[in-house]
């Protein structure tokens, strides 16, 4: 972890977003007080962390999820939350904590019967159940049904709506886009892009993504000259142009193919997205591919 | 009061065990099969009916007949070969050959075949008319507690001890730390002094099943009883449990994995089983190794069980054993404490 100088408001949900390995839960780890940092200063909630009574003072006004815990299998999912209520002096009770991630019907289930959606939505309920004023989150929704996804979506932006602050990590664009007001996107340690969904991908120049292949697989020239292309760049099947207004692009490209006697095998526009910023920022597309 | 950590740690420790089927059958009925086998294999019945055999001869059958008529003596004619063989392998403790002189084939460092040696001779002498000069009355007693099943019930309670303190304690330390939960569990406010306490009390709650269970069969089954006090007792075994606990402690301490804790175990475990007198007496191994032995604490345990079960020795006459098994307790424990990583 390199130079990060990091300021996250009250009230906002900030999205630390990046591939595998760009050390966010190393930097979630280190703010939840769960990692020492190697060096410079960490507050939270205005609280530096320290050993003992300070610390679990602090603890008693946060929440948090941990990117690889297993709950204990044997417990019921009231059991689990009993026990993590039992932690903190002021808290939801488990009918209340239930009620907030929908899992009112699984009261008496053991843990182990969950489905992978369900297990998660209870981790977010262990970490909600003490009213946190902050609420860490690891990969909330990796590897999860979008269904599953899109209901913690929804416990996320309730708990937000009701004026708590969140941090969480990720590497699905979409989610940072849909839930954070501001996002650090991550890379190698470093952080090499801080601002909200919308003005990072206006920092792109244009806001919308032509994609395109021809069918004997080349490029062709004179791409960059096209109206409105602000960039250009080949991927392994299919070349992407960064394009600020598409009604005079396409036309453009399409005449451009036709006078090299070439057939497209592929066109599709988008607009653009974080993951356009990450490919835009490190030439690397976000998730592993 | 039910809200209290410590009462919800406590209560989710018991509540993983006991639906664990596996871990109730390793706790409870693993030491009840045990004394069950072991105790029917080793009752003390006495030497019981000891096999002679005569060989063919003349006049063997009235030899055979007249061995056959003693209680003590089971008699048969045998054939030269099949004579030779059950002599070998212990079948017959001796062979009756006729003649004049009479024979009697037996090996000598047997103590059956001794036994059989007087007793044959016996019942012979007397057959020919050998009177004995003086008048003679058995009187039989039956020592209490001096059956191997009396001797057993103790250790296998204090093997229980053991093997719940460690396995208990051990294995659930190390899966949450596994399972990353203990990690978790350190993003909450608790104290790491609650949760280990939760292990203790959920040991001590177990602990009564344990005993009551181990030490009410021996009762039913095999009449095995105890002759000191039920509350020495009692101490006894909560001390037991409470320094195994901590020694459970110490070997989860550090260990990442289930496999690499459970060769730990193993490690601290079998030496004890085998050592410490749990189902023989540790005064058969050499006298340097004692000392050694002694200072176990399955040993000083057992010995601490045994004295009150078996002879009723009062508490304080066995300050020394358990201030043995206190000291592991209390060692183990500060040193886990010092040790014990916690994510």
Known sequence: ?????????????????????????????????????????????????????????????????????????????????????????????????????????????????????????????????????????????????????????????????????????????????????????????????????????????????????????????????????????????????????????????????????AELSLLATHHATLEDVFVALTGRQLRDE | MNNHPLVQLTLARMREFYREPEAIFWVFGFPIVLAFALGLAFRNSGPGELKVGVAAGPGDSALAATLDATPQLGAAVLDNATARVRLRTGRIALLVVPGDPLVYRYDSTRTESRLARLEVDDALQRARGRTDPATVRDERVVEAGSRYIDFLIPGLLGMNLLGSGIWGVGFSVVQARQKKLLKRFMATPMRRSHYLLGFILSRLLFLFVEVVALVGFGRLMFGVGVHGSVLGLAAITILGALAFAGLGLLVASRARTIEGVSGLMNLVMLPMWILSGTFFSYARFPDAMIPFVKALPLTALNDALRAVMIDGTALTALAAPLAVVAAWGAVSFVIALKIFRWR
């Open chain 1, 1 to 261: 972890m390199a130079g990060l100088d990091l300021t996250i408001a009250a009230g906002e949900c900030f999205g630390l977003l990046g591939p595998n390995g760009a050390g966010k839960t190393t930097t979630i780890e280190i703010l939840e007080g769960l990692t020492p940092p190697d060096g410079g200063a960490v507050e939270v909630l205005g609280t530096a962390w320290r050993e003992g009574a300070e610390g679990r003072a602090l603890r008693e006004r946060l929440g948090i999820q941990l990117q690889e815990t297993q709950l204990a299998d044997k417990l019921t999912v009231a059991e689990t939350l009993q026990l993590f209520r039992s932690f903190y002096r002021r808290s939801h009770t488990v009918d209340e904590v239930l009620a907030l991630v929908e899992l009112e019907e699984k009261r008496g289930a053991r843990v182990s019967t969950l489905s992978g959606g369900q297990k998660q939505r209870l981790s977010v309920a262990c970490a909600l159940v003490s009213r946190p004023e902050l609420l860490f989150l690891d990969e909330p929704t990796t590897g999860l049904d979008p269904q599953s996804r899109r209901q913690l979506w929804e416990i996320i932006r309730r708990f937000k709506d009701a004026g708590g602050t969140v941090l969480l990590t990720t590497h699905y664009m979409e989610e940072a886009e849909r839930l954070c007001d501001r996002v650090a996107i991550m890379d190698h340690g470093k952080v090499i892009a801080l601002g909200s969904p919308d003005e990072l991908i206006a920092s792109l120049g244009a806001d919308q993504i032509v994609e395109f292949a021809l069918a004997d697989g080349t490029t062709p020239a004179g791409l960059d000259a096209l109206p409105g292309v602000k960039r250009v760049r080949p991927g392994p099947d299919r070349i992407a142009l960064t394009v600020a207004q598409v009604h005079r692009a396409v036309p453009a490209l399409l005449g451009l193919v036709e006078r090299q006697g």
